[in-house]
């Protein structure tokens, strides 16, 4: 007689099965923070590749139970973290979620709606919809029908902006030779191609990400145009030559937050070049979109609801579990290429008889509702609790700022603008300043990232822990000195 099946998280029974499991993940989390002792595990990846190893088989002949496997390999993987929780982890754009926007995904998980039929996700998609139009409404108030896709990041979104962009000025041949897409503008109708013009040309500044780099390959465009941003940000001249020199369609891509310094582009200029070209405007505020919550610093993005598409990341200075991308629009026609039928999972007679329509919400098919945790944090905290968090955090970046100056052993490369601090030892060379990081990693005492600016190599300290305090960032500092000197 076969045994019963494990039981299911969903339905009425779930719950109760879900809660003795949640009370050995939550033990083992307590534990395995607790062995950790600090930012993430000491003694390197060959320490940590080894002490993984000895958890035995993966997949053995007779399983261990559900408890066991729990508290064994969730013990494992936060003993092994690097736990963006801990005030001395911040070397990254990688924030520590909420505890609410963790639990709301547990439900998320448990539910297991999938985003590609309406039919799988009845309200997950209407609480989509409501999410994603306020939060484009947010980033382009007064456009008359904005819109927000949902994504895993900011990779996907700066993709997305591409592949929209280059539906929108299709035609010719794109860089490989071939065909530009298989554009949709209905469902199961392909574009009739404009000819006569050449690929869309992205143009971006040398502080622009890396997935506009990635995107333009996968997406058969030529490579992007890269304006040099010797002061770390976009110069309006500089690209007013780019522009004039590079024959178009031109989709330019500022940023809102770059990844190295946290710097901003001058949007407001650069979106007066774009108009006076004919360019669509495209900003990447993957990291500096959340500042709309926070009346001190929102006039920081002035001139982003000049852009037509607009990334945002709330797994930044959002504070949400990975993965909560957007990418909004201008207007919901600018969609429209994204259209794709189904049979199975959007017939023309069920849309027609009024079931939503969600394959053009995404080029993915199955995909999580990432959204409930932004909807729960949304309501829970509203505009004035997101801003205070966003407040803390930039409020910290100064005081490390002004805690590094006051420091002689140690140089700040200039006043941060978002929560990114750049400093580094006086007189050390590249070489030094990439050991002493290394060093901190390896003890497991703390997580710095680098950046290169200056044409020197620099600590980064990236402060999104809004519960970080004076202490930590003293301790901080005192590690780097202490790593000098060794």
Not at 395 to 401: E, I, P, R, S, V
């Amino acid at each position: 007689m076969r045994a019963a099946p494990p039981p299911l998280a969903g339905g009425v029974p779930g719950a109760d099965a879900l809660r003795p499991l949640l009370g050995a993940v939550l033990d083992a989390l307590r534990a395995g923070a607790e062995e950790r002792g600090g930012p993430l595990p000491a003694g390197g990846p060959e320490a940590v590749a080894h002490r993984t190893a000895r958890l035995g088989a993966v997949l053995p002949e007779t399983g261990t139970g559900p408890d066991e496997a729990l508290r064994t390999l969730v013990q494992a993987l936060a003993a092994g973290a690097a736990d963006p929780a801990d005030p001395l982890c911040a070397a990254h754009l990688h924030t520590p979620p909420l505890a609410l926007a963790a639990a709301a995904d547990l439900a998320a998980s448990a539910l297991n709606p999938s985003m590609d039929s309406w039919d799988q996700a009845p309200a997950a998609s209407a609480l989509e919809t409501l999410v994603t139009t306020a939060l484009a409404a947010e980033i382009h108030p007064g456009a008359p029908h904005p819109d927000a896709l949902v994504t895993t990041g900011g990779t996907e979104s700066n993709q997305l902006a591409l592949l929209l962009a280059r539906e929108r000025h299709a035609g010719g041949h794109h860089a490989g030779g071939g065909h530009t897409g298989g554009g949709h503008t209905g469902k199961g109708h392909t574009r009739e191609r404009p000819t006569g013009k050449g690929p869309l040309r992205t143009v971006v500044g040398a502080n622009a990400h890396h997935s506009f780099r990635r995107a333009a390959w996968l997406l058969g465009l030529p490579a992007p145009v890269v304006v040099p941003t010797p002061r770390g940000v976009l110069d309006p001249t500089a690209l007013h030559t780019a522009l004039t020199d590079t024959p178009g369609p031109h989709l330019v891509a500022a940023t809102a937050g770059t990844t190295d310094e946290g710097l901003i582009d001058p949007l407001p200029a650069l979106a007066d070049v774009c108009a006076a070209h004919g360019a669509d405007l495209h900003v990447d505020a993957a990291y500096g979109g959340p500042l709309l919550f926070s009346r001190t610093h929102r006039p920081l993005l002035d001139g982003l609801d000049r852009a037509r598409t607009v990334t945002v990341d709330l797994h930044k200075l959002g504070w949400q579990p990975a993965a909560a991308g957007l990418l909004a629009v201008r207007d919901t026609t600018d969609l429209a290429p994204l259209a794709h039928t189904a049979d199975y999972l959007n017939a023309d007679d069920d849309t027609d008889a009024g079931l939503p329509d969600l394959l053009g919400r995404s080029p993915r098919t199955t995909r999580r509702p990432d959204v409930l945790k932004t909807a729960v944090t949304l309501r829970a905290l509203g505009r004035t609790g997101l801003g205070a968090l966003v407040d803390t955090c930039m409020d910290l970046a100064q005081d490390l700022a002004d805690r590094i100056e006051k420091t002689p052993a140690l140089d700040l490369r200039a006043r941060p603008v978002l929560t990114t601090v750049l400093f580094r030892p006086h007189h050390a060379d590249d070489t030094t300043v990439a050991a002493i990081r290394r060093t901190l990693l390896t003890s497991g005492r703390a997580v710095l990232g680098r950046a290169r600016a200056d044409g020197r190599l620099w600590l980064k300290a990236t402060l999104l822990n809004p519960h970080a305090t004076p202490d930590d960032l003293d301790q901080l500092i005192t590690l780097v000195e202490g790593s000098t000197h060794r």
